[in-house]
């Protein structure tokens, strides 16, 4: 899937969305849906009142901006030329139609030398004459912000709330070498249990809990790469909800006047309580999961602290 601000998408779920705003928003423009069989000829619906086509493309994986760029780049290329490809097919279905404008839509722009590359194309594809085509052909990049309301609006009326964040929701990269957040996590595993320092078993439950949650929070990145696989619209919100909440964990670590322990179990039960309320697909067992793989990625790289 690939990450956006909006969620993640993969080529089918963006093109469905894509759809939805287009009849939303150029039904008095007589748009026309062109589903994808027997085969895709290189535009997935036109307006017959404005002659403008559109292409809709989303990777089915999240890439760097230069792989992003490429993967646009040869798709622009690849569809272009099925309008020659399949022009008889296409003359059928524009009928009296002629496509003044080609327009790209897809999530985001990966890098400006796209415009440079839709020019270039622009020319090749006035010089081969389609009937179907005007002589000033053009060619537009469009990213999801030329449709946020539209976006938004459909969303809403499907019963989701609207999210007015600009990054993608994703858990941050653990860059620090291991021995880095074993320590942290033995650091505070030691100050959660300092009631127990005068029992004679200390060191030994000090032992025991540094090492689960150092277990929960080795194995907490390939946890979430499963329910990414597995569930990735899930996902993004889960992800979503935790970057936000882990805000609210670095304000009560520098406020909260209880004990260490009573921070950890505040800061768990919070997410929990909060991971329950994205939807029934979130069972007690998988928020209190998540909270736990969570609670002790936060102890071993600091956003959980006891100041």
């Not at 389609?130 to 053009?138: A, R, V």
């Not at 007015?164 to 650091?187: C, K, M, S, W």
Request: proline residues 3%; negative net charge; aromatic residues 10%.
């Amino acid at each position: 899937m690939f990450k956006t601000s909006l969620g993640a998408f993969d080529g089918t779920s963006w093109e469905a969305l894509c759809q939805q705003v287009f009849k939303k928003k150029h039904a008095q423009d007589g748009y026309q849906h062109i589903p994808a069989t027997p085969g895709d000829y290189g535009l997935e619906g036109f307006c017959s009142a404005t002659g403008i086509g559109f292409q809709c493309y989303c990777p089915n994986n999240h890439y760097t901006r230069k792989e992003l760029h490429e993967h646009q780049r040869d798709k622009i290329t690849t569809d272009l030329k099925k309008l020659k490809t399949y022009e008889a097919q296409l003359a059928k279905i524009l009928a009296n139609t002629t496509i003044s404008i080609w327009r790209f839509v897809t999530p985001e722009i990966a890098h400006n030398d796209l415009i440079l590359h839709i020019r270039a194309k622009e020319k090749e594809v006035r010089s081969w004459g389609l009937p179907f085509l005007s002589e000033d052909f053009t060619i537009e990049l469009h990213d999801a912000d030329y449709y946020i309301l539209e976006i938004n609006e459909i969303r809403t009326a499907s019963g989701e709330g609207i999210d007015f964040n600009e990054d993608p929701a994703i858990l941050p990269t653990l860059i620090e070498a291991h021995e880095v957040y074993e320590g942290n996590v033995l650091r505070k595993t030691s100050a959660r249990l300092a009631a127990k320092i005068d029992s004679t078993r200390h060191a030994e439950l000090v032992n025991k809990l540094h090492q689960q949650t150092l277990d929960s929070f080795l194995e907490s990145d390939g946890y979430f790469r499963r329910v990414e696989r597995t569930a990735p619209v899930l996902y993004f919100k889960m992800v979503r909800l935790i970057n936000e909440f882990e805000q609210y964990v670095q304000e009560q670590a520098y406020a909260y006047e209880g004990s260490p322990q009573e921070l950890t179990e505040s800061v768990r039960q919070g997410l929990e309580q909060r991971l329950l309320k994205l939807g029934p697909e979130i069972t007690d067992a998988t928020a209190a999961t998540v909270a736990r793989h969570m609670v002790a990625r936060w102890l071993a790289i600091c956003s959980l602290d006891y100041n």
